[in-house]
């Protein structure tokens, strides 16, 4: 079956910093490109960030660049998203998905699994 399941979600103030984990089971995990979204109240889902299999020319949306990081450990089936700076304006539910064919921009059609989400609340 497969599953993904994010944590590391919470509390943060502005400034802070958290660290996401996108943990992948019943698939092989570097097979997929793996990216990364999120979903304000009454807002679309738009994507954050992504990865290729090949771990290289990761993307960033225009709106995290240079304060957010991924990266991927697929020995431990795990993708990362370490976020810094963070702003009242990150605040959202974060998912991370799969996708066998890599393509910009980064849109949720392209993925075809999806975890259930981890609460980002960026306020003072």
């Known amino acids: 079956q497969v599953q993904l399941v994010e944590s590391g979600g919470g509390l943060v103030q502005p400034g802070g910093s958290l660290r996401l984990s996108c943990a992948a089971s019943g698939f092989t995990l570097d097979s997929y490109h793996i990216g990364w979204f999120r979903q304000a109240p009454e807002k679309e889902r738009e994507g954050v960030s992504c990865i290729s299999v090949k771990n290289d020319n990761p993307y960033y949306a225009d709106s995290v660049k240079g304060r957010f990081t991924i990266s991927r450990d697929n020995a431990k089936n795990t993708v990362y998203l370490q976020m810094n700076s963070l702003k009242p304006e990150d605040t959202g539910v974060y998912y991370c998905?799969?996708?066998?064919?890599?393509?910009?921009?980064?849109?949720?059609?392209?993925?075809?699994?999806w975890g259930q989400g981890t609460q980002v609340t960026v306020s003072s």
């Open positions: 998905a799969r996708a066998r064919i890599w393509g910009l921009p980064l849109l949720p059609w392209r993925y075809d699994s």
